[in-house]
């Protein structure tokens, strides 16, 4: 059995926070808000992967509530989220990531994204996509008040492969 899941993410940029993508530290003057380290990429991939396996979303698992996750590595709710999926018989087959941002230029940040989100899942770099995008100044992220991601991803059970 295949199935495919799909994730959105959003944070406002605010100052005084480090702005992480993908698990990389990105120089930047401003980071994104949330209640953990707010990487939109890793949490856009969570919710395509819970959403795929059908089993709710990141706020279900890691509620903002539940102070455990206060300033959370992302990647580590990633790794979390793997275990889950795994426990219930799902393999990862590919992971497609799209950041919007009008600024900072990310190209130079896509690859180091697309290894730590390939470490986090325990899958070969061939099976990560990261891609970035601006909106041409248009809406919240084309105006720098935030960024957002989209994320796909193919699951497959273990007589899939």
Known sequence: MMRIGHGYDVHRLVEGRPLILGG?????????LGHSDADVVA???IDALLGA???GDIGGHFPDTDERWRGADSLLLLRETMRLLRSQGWHVGN???TVLAQ???L????????RNLAEACGVDLSQVSVKATTEE???FTGSGEGIASHAVCLLFDG???
Do not use: N, Q, Y
């Open 103 to 105: 600024r900072p230029k």
């Open 159 to 161: 007589a899939g492969r």
């Open 95 to 97: 992971l497609d990531a």
């Open 43 to 45: 949490h856009s991939v």
């Open 107 to 114: 190209a130079p940040h896509l690859l180091s994204m697309r």
């Open 24 to 32: 990389v530290e990105i120089p930047f003057g401003r980071g994104l």
């Open 137 to 139: 100044g248009l809406g």
């Open 53 to 55: 396996a059908a089993l």
